[in-house]
């Protein structure tokens, strides 16, 4: 059971990071990744894309993200502190975030093309609301998080029958059947 958000620090700080970086006039590679619950927008720093493109193109991504979900939590990964790879933690991230409505995972990479010194890597977990931003953090920060963690999947019974059943899943296993007495009336 590993952690994976250990390393949290404040958005201002993340685009101070992010603007000393892409200011620098370093060459780095990289990506900037946001996964939602309706879309996904993956940007490449590719050699020919200058770090103003870049800089431009992560700004009205994150403006835009900004506008749907506007409660964030933002997490750095190093190499120093011998953090889980940046895809991994983006994976739990993802998964984990499902369970909040229109949850944005923000993934930023900036990997210096001579040297390790001024990488880059955040994690961005942006929420639709408050309680949902301190729940998380409550629930997975700095804390050991199985791999296969229950995600809550529906299961709708034939169109004749008004119910419906929600089943947790953990590994393709049926665990716990449960039936909610507050879910009927929805349903009709």
Sequence with gaps: MPVFFRTPITDGTAFEMIEERLSSGSDFDGYFNVFGADDELTVSWTPAMSSAECKEQ???????????????????????????????????AIRLSRSYLET????????????????LE??????????????????????????????????????????????VIC?????????????EPLMR
């Design 58 to 92: 992560v700004t009205d991504a994150l403006r835009s993200t900004w506008q749907k979900a506007r409660f964030w939590l933002v997490y750095q990964r190093s190499d120093s502190r011998n953090d889980l790879g940046i895809n991994e933690i983006r994976n739990a």
């Design 104 to 119: 944005a995972v923000v993934t930023l990479c900036l990997l210096g093309r001579i040297d390790n010194k001024s990488d």
């Design 122 to 167: 955040l994690i961005f977990l942006c929420f639709r609301d408050e309680t949902e931003r301190r729940n998380f953090r409550v629930r997975y920060e700095g804390k050991f998080v199985p791999d296969t963690y229950p995600a809550l999947v529906l299961h709708p019974r034939p169109e004749n029958e008004i119910s419906q059943e929600l089943f």
């Design 171 to 183: 590994a393709n296993q049926r665990i716990d059947r449960l039936r909610w007495s507050w879910w």
